[in-house]
């Protein structure tokens, strides 16, 4: 059983940026795709953007392609969701999340299982 911490969240103005850090335990982390979800208040969790185990895959949902960019760091067991431009409608707890299969592409929101508990990003307008 992984676990994921998340950090960076707070409260921002429109237009500025944040960096979201998700870091897992164990030895296996170089191995899984990682992604982020969000969830807002009243609405289902949407996945957001996706790294495949070897960062040569990103994929991004429609609303944050050229705004959010994902990374991660194999050495520190992290990945890292960079997000600019940020809007009042990415207003959500983000969270993190591990492939459920070693070797993936992390492209899409059902290749997903064992999220962490979230940080909440505000945005105000």
């Known amino acids: 059983q992984v676990s994921l911490v998340e950090s960076g969240g707070g409260l921002v103005q429109a237009g500025d940026s944040l960096r979201l850090s998700c870091t897992a335990s164990?030895?296996?982390?170089?191995?899984?795709?990682m992604g982020w979800f969000r969830q807002a208040p009243g609405k289902e969790r949407e996945f957001v953007a996706g790294?495949?185990?070897?960062?040569?895959?990103?994929t991004y949902r429609p609303s944050v392609e050229g705004r959010f960019s994902i990374s991660r760091d194999n050495a520190a067991n992290t990945v890292y969701l960079q997000m600019n431009n940020l809007r009042p409608e990415d207003t959500a707890v983000y969270s993190c999340?591990?492939?459920?299969?070693?070797?993936?592409?992390?492209?899409?929101?059902?290749?997903?299982?064992?999220w962490g508990q979230g940080t909440q990003v505000t945005v105000s307008s």
């Open positions: 164990g030895r296996t982390f170089s191995t899984y795709a």
């Open positions: 999340a591990r492939d459920k299969v070693r070797y993936g592409l992390g492209s899409r929101s059902a290749d997903f299982a064992s």
């Open positions: 790294i495949s185990w070897n960062a040569i895959k990103a």
